[in-house]
């Protein structure tokens, strides 16, 4: 028997199964949180820092991922006060910044609101989303990439920079990543990038209602949760 | 000389994943680095992936994957170390040997490496030589100990 919990999420009060996370009752009911590294067959290491969501517990609220704080009862929780929204513009402002060359990306960033980029672009072909290192290791239990090195350095490689012989080859670790499909106008040069919001038409109704999900076309391209469900 | 053998340092710890800091750490001890190789029996005899065994190798700069020179030259970039002017020091060894941290020279004789704090941090700047102190350093002060060390080297001593 699968136990519930209630939850309130701005002002709705949601049943939601114990044990799932806060991100997925929010998606499941409609709720709109953006979020990046989430894969919902994979397990959460709150990468991306997107999902915040202010969390508020006697009065004070916390500031934390939705992707890794499972549901309670009686939890308060809110996912777009004015202060989650800026620190969320702002994340994928610097994600944007990072890693131009990514539809899924730019499509994030548009979702959050983001209007112009002002930090220097990186150009990096990778985020350190995790998604790659977890599906490799959690559902192919393959193993044959994880995070190597720390702080600046820290990269996604093989053991000791060679595919290893275990290595299924079953591509997968390539079909989840963020970077793999490019802005629709084609890669960006060093030196020349810039912040797409070609798609910004299609953001008529999300803009109005940030909060809700509205099955926004861009969803697809940064592979949302509510797709995969 | 390595006093103890990978097989000796394996010893009583086999299919323990939770030992493998313990074993890499010994590793370090007995070779002065942890060669591809070694981490390869790592993973064997302790049953952890070798992808986690890199992983944790790597993450941790007291592990050094590669062999270090005759002489480490080990900066301190702390707080308290970066304030008074460690950058200077760092630029100094790396200029003076045509090194970037964390690589050796040529000739096998230097290694620089930095370290996030020593604990001793009133008497920064702080460089270890081999594990000895010096305190208060300053660009002019490391370039006659590279100097003296360089010197020291090929006179045979
Ligand atoms: S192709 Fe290799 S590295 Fe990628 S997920 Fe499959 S087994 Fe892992
Ligand atoms: S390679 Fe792709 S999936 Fe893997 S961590 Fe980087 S951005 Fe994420
Ligand atoms: S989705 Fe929660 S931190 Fe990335
Ligand atoms: S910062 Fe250098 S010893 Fe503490």
């Not at chain 1, 709705?12 to 199964?17: G, L, T």
């Not at chain 1, 709109?32 to 009065?59: F, K, M, Q, S, T």
């Not at chain 2, 007995?30 to 992808?51: C, D, F, H, R």
């Not at chain 2, 590279?146 to 090929?154: M, R």
Request: net charge neutral.
């Amino acid at each position: 028997m699968l136990q519930h919990v209630n939850v309130n999420i701005d002002g709705a009060n949601i049943r939601a199964v114990r044990g799932t996370s806060v991100l997925d009752a929010a998606i499941e009911y409609g709720i709109c949180i953006p979020h990046l590294c989430h894969v919902p067959y994979l397990p959460d290491i709150g990468a991306c820092r997107l999902c915040i969501v202010e969390h508020v517990v006697n009065g004070r609220s916390n500031v934390t991922t939705s992707c890794t704080l499972n549901v309670e009862e009686g939890m308060v929780i809110l996912t777009n006060t004015d202060k989650i929204r800026q620190l969320r513009r702002n994340l994928a402002e610097l994600l944007v910044a990072q890693a131009p060359n990514s539809r899924a990306i730019q499509d994030i960033a548009l979702r959050c609101g983001v209007k112009e980029v002002r930090y220097p672009f990186r150009n990096e072909d990778c985020v350190l989303c995790g998604r790659c290192v977890r599906v490799c290791t959690e559902v192919w239990r393959a193993r044959a990439i994880g995070f190597v090195g720390r702080g600046k350095e820290r990269h996604v490689d093989y053991p000791f920079g060679i595919r290893p012989e275990f290595c299924k080859q079953c591509g997968n670790c390539v079909q989840v990543c963020p970077m793999t499909i490019p802005p629709c106008d084609g890669p960006m040069k060093p030196g020349e990038e810039y912040l797409c919001g070609k798609c910004e038409s299609q953001l008529m109704l999300a803009d109005e209602t940030p909060d809700h999900c509205v099955w926004c076309k861009l969803g697809e391209g940064f592979t949302c949760g509510r797709y995969v469900q | 000389m390595p006093s103890q053998t990978l097989e000796q340092i394996l010893e009583g710890r086999r299919s323990q994943p939770n030992q493998l800091i313990e074993v890499l750490q010994d590793i370090q001890a007995n070779y002065g680095y942890i060669s591809e190789e070694a981490m390869q029996v790592v993973s064997k005899g302790l049953g952890v992936p070798v992808m986690e065994v890199y992983r944790v190798a790597s993450f941790y700069t007291a592990f050094r994957l590669k062999p270090s020179g005759k002489n480490v030259l080990t900066m301190c970039m702390g707080t308290a170390c970066h304030v008074r002017g460690a950058r200077l020091l760092l630029d100094q060894a790396t200029g003076q040997l045509g090194v970037k941290p964390r690589e050796v020279t040529p000739d096998g004789l230097f290694s620089i490496d930095h370290v996030n704090c020593l604990g001793a941090c009133a008497l920064g700047p702080i460089v270890t030589e081999n594990g000895t102190y010096h305190h208060h350093m300053t660009p002019g002060k490391l370039r006659k100990l590279i100097g003296t060390l360089s010197h020291q080297a090929v006179e045979g001593k």
